[in-house]
């Protein structure tokens, strides 16, 4: 079976400073992992994936994410939080080969950056 | 390019009613998901379409739940008649290719409320 953990409901960082959002995963071979995130009355926008290749992928609004497979994770990451990043942040995983394009989602994480 | 679009943003309805939900996905893309999201839970996979074709409808939670994609573009997804569980968004996801790696891109959601 195939399954996030965003452990964090909510992470709170003053702006300027370095943000980390948690992500692990469970899920049968390899895995394609993707970060989303929903701003308020939006919908899920896609930040970022990693396929194979480098651990660090760099995406969207200076966001990158590790990919750790030893710790099953995939944490997103951005050196320096703006007021504006803050939004609900979903990570997501489908397993390689997978014939089915079906997502699985986390719960969600609220990160609020104060000014 | 236009993105995924729904319709409609918010609906409120009392339990014993009939909603239809509408999808539109990015132009020429043969992919379409449904995905829910009940309050502060995970985004669930519902089904998913090539074309006209259902791939895959083991997220599809009973038979209260009927979608439809006439002629491989728009979907809809009707709920009849409606339990106050069917609360949640309800979001639409489309995507180019079938492949595994491939970036499903969603819509903005649209909120049902059952009373």
């Known amino acids: 079976a195939q399954s996030v953990a965003q452990p964090e409901d909510q992470v709170n960082v003053a702006e300027g400073n370095p943000l980390t959002v948690k992500c692990t995963y469970s899920?049968?071979?390899?895995?394609?992992l993707f970060w989303y995130v929903q701003y308020p009355n939006r919908g899920l926008q896609f930040l970022l994936k990693y396929i194979t290749g480098d651990n660090l992928v760099k995406g969207s609004y200076g966001f990158e994410a590790e990919f750790n497979k030893s710790q099953t994770s995939f944490h997103l990451k951005k050196p320096s939080a703006l007021v504006s990043d803050s939004a609900l942040y979903f990570c997501a995983v489908r397993a390689a080969g997978s014939t089915l394009g079906r997502l699985y989602f986390g719960r969600g994480t609220q990160l609020t950056v104060w000014p | 390019e236009a993105g995924v679009t729904q319709f409609p943003s918010h609906s409120v309805i009392e339990k014993g009613q009939t909603v239809t939900l509408r999808c539109d996905p990015i132009s020429g893309h043969d992919n379409l998901y449904w995905y829910r999201r009940v309050m502060g839970k995970e985004i669930k996979f519902l089904l998913h379409f090539v074309k006209e074709s259902k791939q895959d409808e083991s997220g599809m939670p009973n038979n209260r739940f009927l979608a439809e994609r006439t002629g491989g573009t728009y979907s809809t997804l009707k709920v009849q008649p409606a339990e106050l569980e069917d609360s949640g968004v309800y979001f639409c996801?489309?995507?180019?290719?079938?492949?595994?790696?491939?970036?499903?891109?969603f819509g903005p959601g649209t909120r049902l409320t059952v009373l």
């Open positions: 996801a489309s995507s180019l290719y079938r492949g595994s790696t491939d970036t499903q891109y």
């Open positions: 899920v049968s071979g390899n895995p394609y």
